[in-house]
């Protein structure tokens, strides 16, 4: 038998075979904590559109479909900060807790078929739909690029 395929071993994408260093209840109460909105780095992309001043966006945005992290909704621009954990993003791999590992990786395929859903949903509505890895907006080299992205759709939909 080979090693992947062994029982009490998880054999799902990016998971670690490690010990998790904390409890069952004690994980819970770590991923319970973790904010849908307004997270930091929603609040760091939101002071990086004030200080260029861009303005007319709106935080999670109920008026359409998804809920979109920074909406501008005169120019019909959805903007979504896609967590590198929570939508399986494909460069950085980060590993599904070994705890329940399986309900992990159905959660994050579940998350990603949304995300292409509200996108063909918001697309199919006329709306320009721009999606940022976590991981770009905590490179600093990127922000100008990213912010420049913004900033062209805006030039497109007005």
């Known amino acids: ?24 209840f ?24 004030a200080s260029r001043g861009i303005r007319g966006w709106k935080c999670n945005f109920v008026g359409v479909s998804g809920k979109p992290d920074f909406a501008f909704p005169r120019e019909k621009i959805a903007l979504f900060i896609d967590g590198c954990f929570w939508h ?22 579940r998350n ?9 949903e918001l697309r199919s509505m006329g709306w320009i739909v721009l999606r940022f890895w976590e991981h770009d907006l905590k490179e600093p080299s990127l922000r100008p690029k990213l912010m420049h992205k913004v900033l062209n759709s805006m030039k497109k939909n007005s």
């Not at 990603?112 to 063909?120: H, L, N, P, S, W």
């Open 1 to 24: 038998m080979d090693k992947l395929n062994q029982p009490g071993r998880c054999n799902y994408p990016f998971t670690t075979n490690k010990m998790d260093n904390l409890s069952s």
């Open 26 to 49: 004690d994980r819970r109460k770590t991923m319970q904590a973790v904010k849908s909105s307004r997270t930091s780095l929603e609040r760091s992309f939101a002071s990086q559109l």
């Open 88 to 109: 399986g993003c494909w460069k950085c791999q980060k590993p599904l807790p070994v705890a329940n590992a399986e309900y992990w990786f159905l959660k994050i395929e």
């Open 112 to 120: 990603k078929k949304r995300a292409k859903k509200v996108g063909r």
